[in-house]
């Protein structure tokens, strides 16, 4: 994979450099080109998510993986005259997230390029932490959280959403089936990933290490939409996972991208093309 990485390496954490040569580079520049897409194949998750982290005027709001910028945008509104920050490792995504913010009219919506692992945050700056599906990447969990626990005022409030396991996530597994022909391994433990923290005994582990309390899950089960149909849902997918093909012989790269797209076809429905997933909402509080 080509790419080109612009964070600066003295603020990035050794454990993260992958991360950060991913998400500044080619993975990070797709995800900012794509804004609208991974929105919308989040949205049923939204209104929990956001209902959770319960901002409120005034307050003062740090999201960690904000990509570009949704949920960032969301707690800028409900804190009024509050103010958010986002942070993310990708200069594209926060670029992205800049711009849409200041379109919108949200001058209390603000972004940095920053590995929230190992940044300076103001020692209590913050009465709340959210993350929707961005703390599964940190390479070293348990100093991450610990940073975060330092950034949040006394009673703050942290707020995730993650992954649950991924064999409880259709998704994930109908495009590791048809695309690399396997059925996706569990996480390695201690690897940074999209289900590190799919186990709710090593979150809470992990938490009431970093110095947090009241750690509480809600099991969420909602559907994904990739597309308004199995053409546009292909298109994204590929764009997103192709690399799984790449060292294929080509007429197995086109039996298998004509597999993804029959697929997706049968998951067609009134709302597009959607796949079942399965998240924890987190939330817990610094004492």
Do not use: K
């Amino acid at each position: 994979m080509t790419t080109t990485t612009t964070v600066d390496p003295t603020n990035v954490d050794p454990s993260n450099e992958a991360q950060a040569q991913a998400w500044d580079g080619t993975e990070g520049a797709y995800w900012a080109a794509h804004p609208d897409r991974f929105d919308t194949a989040l949205a049923r998750y939204q209104p929990a998510f956001h209902a959770a982290a319960d901002v409120g005027p005034g307050d003062r709001v740090l999201d960690v993986g904000c990509g570009t910028g949704l949920t960032t945008r969301a707690a800028a509104r409900a804190a009024g005259d509050g103010a958010a920050l986002g942070v993310d490792l990708s200069a594209r995504m926060v670029e992205v997230a800049r711009a849409t913010a200041e379109a919108e009219g949200l001058p209390n919506a603000r972004f940095a390029q920053a590995d929230a692992q190992v940044h300076p945050f103001a020692t209590a700056g913050f009465d709340g932490v959210i993350s929707r599906t961005g703390a599964m990447f940190f390479g070293r969990p348990d100093v991450a959280f610990a940073n975060l626990a330092r950034a949040l005022r006394p009673r703050g409030r942290l707020t995730l959403l993650t992954w649950q396991p991924a064999d409880r996530n259709e998704w994930i597994q109908v495009f590791a089936r048809t695309l690399a022909g396997r059925e996706l391994p569990p996480s390695p433990p201690g690897q940074p990933g999209p289900f590190s923290l799919g186990d709710p005994d090593h979150v809470r582990e992990l938490l009431t290490a970093a110095g947090f309390t009241d750690v509480a899950f809600d099991g969420l089960a909602e559907p994904e939409v990739y597309g308004r149909d199995a053409g546009e849902a292909s298109a994204f997918v590929l764009g997103l996972l192709g690399w799984m093909l790449a060292d294929l012989p080509p007429a197995e790269r086109d039996r298998r991208t004509e597999a993804l797209r029959a697929i997706l076809a049968a998951h067609e429905g009134p709302e597009g093309v959607t796949l079942g997933s399965a998240a924890w909402l987190v939330t817990a509080r610094r004492p």
